[in-house]
T-cell receptor, first 113, second 115 residues
Framework: EDQVTQSPEALRLQEGESSSLNCSYT??????LFWYRQDPGKGPEFLFT???AGEEKEKERLKATLTKKESFLHITAPKPEDSATYLC??????????????FGQGTILTVHP | GAVVSQHPSWVICKSGTSVKIECRSL??????MFWYRQFPKQSLMLMAT?????????EQGVEKDKFLINHASLTLSTLTVTSAHPEDSSFYIC???????????FGNGTRLTVT
């Protein structure tokens, strides 16, 4: 069974204080690791897909990296508008529900001005 | 691109009634759609996989007779919560995948409250 564990559960930062979120995973044949952002009362918004160890993706203040066991979401000089829940998910190589994602419990990020 | 529209965004119903939630992919065809459920401060739990033109595949522990899923076209899937009870109150989110190994794109969710 695929498993995704995110840490920390909650993270409070001051504006401009860089940090990283962790996503540890076990999956039977990784077909992609996905990062999403979710605002309260909304559906998740897609950020990145990483497919193989060593891969990196960047978008504005966010940078996602991937190893064989975990992924990091680095936030550089965050702003209050970066406050949200960040979700990590994995997709495995097959199964009856092809394409489905297994999610971690998320990291609630709060950035104070 | 890749917009998924979900309707309604919130609904309040009485115990014993049924509620239908619609999920549409607006600018792409979605052979497969997924229905998730999310409790407060918890992550998304997959309920079922909806395949166009065939029966849905339900995750273990999800009652298929209670949560009816219909995927009538490549752009529309519906979830009907039948004989709703207060414990069915939750945030229901649909998602759709285009072709290949593309990411899932999510609707904005439906907040269901059963009184």
């Amino acid at each position: 069974e695929d498993q995704v564990t995110q840490s920390p559960e909650a993270l409070r930062l001051q504006e401009g204080e860089s940090s990283s979120l962790n996503c540890s995973y076990t999956v039977s044949g990784l077909r992609g690791l996905f990062w999403y952002r979710q605002d309260p009362g909304k559906g998740p918004e897609f950020l990145f897909t990483l497919y193989s160890a060593g891969e990196e993706k960047e978008k504005e203040r966010l940078k996602a990296t991937l190893t064989k066991k975990e992924s990091f979401l680095h936030i550089t000089a965050p702003k209050p508008e970066d406050s949200a829940t960040y979700l990590c998910a994995v997709r495995n190589a097959g199964g009856t529900s092809y394409g489905k994602l297994t999610f971690g419990q998320g990291t609630i990020l709060t950035v104070h001005p | 691109g890749a917009v998924v529209s979900q309707h309604p965004s919130w609904v309040i119903c009485k115990s014993g009634t049924s509620v239908k939630i619609e999920c549409r992919s607006l600018d792409f065809q979605a052979t497969t759609m997924f229905w998730y459920r999310q409790f407060p401060k918890q992550s998304l739990m997959l309920m079922a996989t909806s395949n166009e033109g065939s029966k849905a595949t339900y995750e273990q522990g999800v009652e298929k007779d209670k949560f009816l899923i219909n995927h009538a076209s490549l752009t529309l899937s519906t979830l009907t919560v039948t004989s709703a009870h207060p414990e069915d109150s939750s945030f229901y989110i649909c998602s759709a995948r285009g072709t290949g190994n593309s990411p899932l794109h999510f609707g904005n969710g439906t907040r269901l409250t059963v009184t």
